[in-house]
């Protein structure tokens, strides 16, 4: 009973890692929601501890507020100590989710018409640990609006909810008083967050590049990086500081580009790869080959455009920073990272065979896990690596899967290697040292030690 507590959870945990209940190459967002749904009340229903536990891994925004809303919603399975514990992990892990996320949970509460005490102290916490309610109040005053008065919360600040509920004809706080003010004039437009300030511009027919031009200082570096292409098309110069971007959401962006211009800009986009890499390298891991899968499936979907390539991309810089030594192969054969375009079949099995000629420390393979030239190969390479020529397990060997399979309710695996979901590359250090968990021989003693120690150490902060 404990091995099929600790596939299960792990099982989970993949999915709740890479799964977002969009669309993948593979799947449908129907096929994709159906599962993913089936798997949040199959582990509430059977493992409610090491559910809530969850709420402290690498997982992603969509099931972390799946997790929350399923706990709130089921308050009364609870017993004291779990509503105690769940707590501090709900109140936790919001404040690490986007605000926007965040919000949309409330709202999906106040719909599902959960308003227990409890959901009432975890958004009353949550508002008041916002760095700045005057600024959510102008940005998601919708949402603000329905949060404040489905919790009965009444706003710290005298002017909020007069801004929120009645209006004013004049405030003290300036971004209340500029949101006022951008009804009927233009200059207090810039002052206002980019989002809020776009409609007021489509409402005073604001030429786009006079509006683009005076707006940037307001621009977050996501928003930037978003609206450089419809910038330049407006011939505004909007600078970014692409060193300073996530790796993950960099590689995004730098595939985004057409490959002439990755290849005009290749000093600057290397550069900015690498600092970004060497952000997030942790230790030392000798001798590393990797697989990376740029074949036609890692093209994602039309909600994860490029998304697995870009975690393919993003992998590269990280493991070329944290190796002694380093050897990509792409699927495809290329040898270019920055100019690499998803294309082609799967041949996952050579490329493993190729890899392991080199004799590394470590083989790290990043691949939606579908081997189809031929078929099934790559299983086979590794089982007769394995039984016959690395009994010892001297080579570490680790799948990094960015695609959750809706029919098996898990990431595609490659034979009996370990296998992790990955959506991030900045999570993959502390994945692949969670990959020895998912070899087949875990206990679930080993396991729950290893979220204790995970929990103390995510609400310690």
């Excluded at 799947?27 to 509430?44: T, V």
């Excluded at 600040?157 to 004039?185: C, M, N, Q, V």
């Excluded at 810039?190 to 307001?218: Q, W």
């Excluded at 690499?340 to 000629?357: F, K, Q, S, W």
Aim: one cysteine or more; hydrophobic letters at 40%; aromatic letters at 8%.
């Amino acid at each position: 009973m404990d091995r099929v507590t600790a596939e299960d959870m792990l099982m989970f945990v993949n999915a709740a890692i890479t799964s977002s209940g969009q669309r993948e190459f593979h799947s449908a967002e129907a096929e994709q929601r159906l599962s993913l749904d089936f798997l949040h009340e199959y582990m509430i229903g059977n493992y409610r501890d090491l559910y809530a536990a969850a709420l402290a891994l690498d997982i992603n925004d969509h099931n972390a507020t799946l997790i929350v809303h399923q706990l709130l919603a089921t308050s009364r399975d609870a017993d004291d100590d779990q509503r105690r514990l769940e707590g501090q992990l709900i109140g936790r892990r919001l404040r690490l989710v986007a605000p926007q996320r965040v919000y949309r949970l409330f709202r999906r509460l106040r719909q599902s018409r959960v308003n227990n005490r409890r959901t009432r102290a975890i958004v009353r916490d949550w508002l008041a640990h916002r760095p700045d309610p005057a600024f959510d109040a102008v940005k998601y005053r919708a949402q603000l609006k329905q949060a404040v008065r489905h919790a009965h919360v009444k706003p710290e600040s005298d002017e909020l909810a007069p801004f929120l509920f009645t209006g004013k004809t004049h405030y003290d706080t300036p971004i209340l008083e500029a949101w006022r003010r951008a009804h009927y004039e233009q200059a207090a437009i810039y002052k206002l967050p980019y989002t809020v300030a776009e409609g007021f511009a489509a409402k005073h027919n604001i030429n786009r590049a006079t509006f683009l031009e005076r707006i940037t200082p307001r621009m977050t570096r996501m928003e930037l990086l978003r609206l450089q292409g419809s910038a330049s098309r407006s011939k505004v110069d909007v600078d970014v500081d692409l060193g300073s971007m996530p790796l993950t959401r960099l590689s995004s962006y730098v595939l985004s580009l057409p490959l002439a211009e990755r290849a005009s800009r290749r000093d600057e986009l290397t550069g900015a790869l690498r600092a970004a890499a060497a952000r997030i390298a942790s230790n030392r891991w000798g001798r590393v080959v990797a697989v990376l899968d740029d074949s036609f499936s890692a093209s994602g979907s039309r909600h994860k455009r490029r998304r697995p390539l870009a975690v393919a991309l993003a992998c590269h810089y990280l493991f070329e920073a944290m190796a002694d030594s380093y050897v990509p192969l792409w699927t495809s054969g290329r040898t270019d990272a920055l100019l690499t375009y998803p294309l082609g079949m799967t041949p996952l099995g050579e490329r493993i065979l190729d890899a392991l000629e080199h004799n590394p420390d470590r083989l790290l393979i990043v691949s939606d896990g579908w081997d189809n030239a031929p078929d099934g190969m790559a299983g086979e390479v590794l089982r007769v690596w394995r039984t016959r020529l690395d009994p010892q397990h001297k080579v570490s060997v680790v799948h990094l899967n960015p695609e959750y399979d809706a029919d098996s309710f898990d990431v595609r695996k490659i034979g009996h290697v370990p296998t992790v979901g990955v959506r991030n590359a900045e999570d993959v250090p502390a994945l692949v040292e969670f990959a020895r968990f998912t070899e087949g021989d875990t206990s679930l003693a080993e396991l729950r030690e290893h979220f204790d120690t995970r929990i103390t150490r995510f609400l310690e902060g």
